[in-house]
Structure formats: structure tokens, C-alpha cells
């Protein structure tokens, strides 16, 4: 399906930083404003520093004022396609668990609702203070 959001997904994919996994990864996030930020996964030679595709894009996001986001595309070259990590899902959900997240490989895609993925998320709701 002809889809812009992939187009720049994959096109952040080319800049993923992934010297040590070799694992490259893109993401786009759609802002409900309209707006779309990419991210690609940034690694580091102290390796539990990496960041994900999926946080990069939400952090360009945030950095520029959008706080309510429709969809992600994330796109890798693994099958099936990789899907948001854990921390990734935890970073996300704390925007709204009803994002769509679609994830492409190179063989196949697969879909989800954020709340799929990550049920009974800890929100802000839970602690009380918004
Ligand atoms: N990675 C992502 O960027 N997003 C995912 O959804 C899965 C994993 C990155 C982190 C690391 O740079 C590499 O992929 C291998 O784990």
C-alpha cells in the first residue's frame, strides 16, 4: 500500500547509526496535527546507551511540540519485522495507548493498536497526578 510514512521510514532507516548490530532500523511517527518525525536507531560503543528508532522519532516529536500522535511506522529488514522493544512501547504509551503501529519487513507487515502491544500500561493515570 502506497504510504508516505513508509517512504520516510525508509529513508531514516539509511541513517540508521548501527555499526555494532548492523541492525538497522527507521520509524515514522504521525503527529494528530498532520506532522510526521522520523527517528533510526542511534547506538554507542557503550552499548546500553543505544536509542531505538521508534524513541528518536518520539523525542524529534516532543522537541517540537507535538504530544498527541495517530500512527508509527517502523520498518527493519528482519522477518517478521521488528516491533516496538519494550522501552520503546513504555516511551510511546505514555502519549496514549491508542496509537496505530504498523511495522514492515521485507517480507511481510503486521499491525497494532500501542494497547495491543503494551496492556495495562503504567501512565500517568495510574500515579495519580494528571
Ligand atoms: N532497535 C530499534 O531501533 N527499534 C526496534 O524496534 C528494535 C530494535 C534497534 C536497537 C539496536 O540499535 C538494534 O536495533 C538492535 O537491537
Do not use: K
Amino acid at each position: 500500500m502506497a504510504d508516505p510514512m513508509l517512504d520516510l521510514a525508509r529513508a531514516a532507516q539509511e541513517q540508521a547509526y548501527a555499526p555494532y548490530s548492523r541492525f538497522r532500523v527507521g520509524a515514522a511517527l504521525e503527529a494528530m496535527d498532520g506532522r510526521i518525525f522520523v527517528g533510526c536507531n542511534v547506538e554507542n560503543a557503550s552499548y546500553g546507551l543505544t536509542v531505538c528508532a521508534e524513541r528518536t522519532a518520539l523525542g524529534a516529536a516532543v522537541v517540537a511540540g507535538a504530544r498527541e500522535f495517530r500512527r508509527i511506522v517502523v520498518v527493519s529488514d528482519c522477518d517478521p519485522p521488528a516491533s516496538p522493544c519494550g522501552a520503546c512501547r513504555q516511551a510511546l504509551a505514555e502519549f496514549g495507548g491508542s496509537l496505530q503501529v504498523r511495522a514492515v519487513g521485507p517480507e511481510r507487515e503486521q499491525h497494532w493498536t500501542l494497547e495491543a502491544l503494551l496492556p495495562d500500561a503504567f501512565t500517568a493515570r495510574r500515579l495519580g497526578t494528571s
